[in-house]
């Protein structure tokens, strides 16, 4: 009999779980604005370049929207930053995380932490680090969002992924990265950066959804 019980309960957790996959459908989220009306010029920095992604990345990544620009102040002083957006509908892609793709791209992480920044009010967890490919190096700070949350680690972001589509029907998520290379000192590439992210931060909450 308990046998019996058991093969009952496996089977109908199976046909629910078959049900489930075969009826749910994640929805398609839309950014808070769309990404071609993000400022080329705020609180004294100024767009300087923006570029656009290979054809073949653009295949590979299947972002919904993104921005990849540098932006600089009047005194030279510049930063890299790129915006990413995935709407969680059929044709959406996902984060891929810089641990995977830097290295991909011949850059060797000489250092990473993960770190609290108060960025108007807001606690936003992300990660600090240090990247290097021979001589040149790049500090960069980044982190993942879902529904109005920053994470800075992938564990993290795959389950809000799994937990929001199952209860939210929501699986929408975007990636932030700010970046300063050259050989210069450390602290004054992490000073340039937070300031650009508490100048900026109000705008890019702004552009992606809660």
Known sequence: MNIRFRFLF????LAGAGTYMAFHRDLEVPPGRPFEEFPASHAGWRMIGQANLS??????LMPTDYLSRRYAREDGSSVDMYLSFFDGGPDSGRIHSPKHC??????TELSSRHATL???GEAVN????VYAMGNNREVIYYWFAMRGKTMSDEFSLKI???SGSMFHRRRDQSFMRISVQGD???EEAERRIEGFLRDFYPVIRDFLPN
């Open 10 to 13: 496996i089977m109908l957790l």
């Open 102 to 107: 830097l290295p991909g791209g011949g850059w």
């Open 126 to 129: 992300l990660v600090r680090a």
């Open 118 to 120: 108060d960025l108007g």
């Open 55 to 60: 054809e073949n990345v653009v295949k590979v």
């Open 160 to 162: 809000a992924e799994i």
């Open 184 to 186: 210069g000192a450390q």
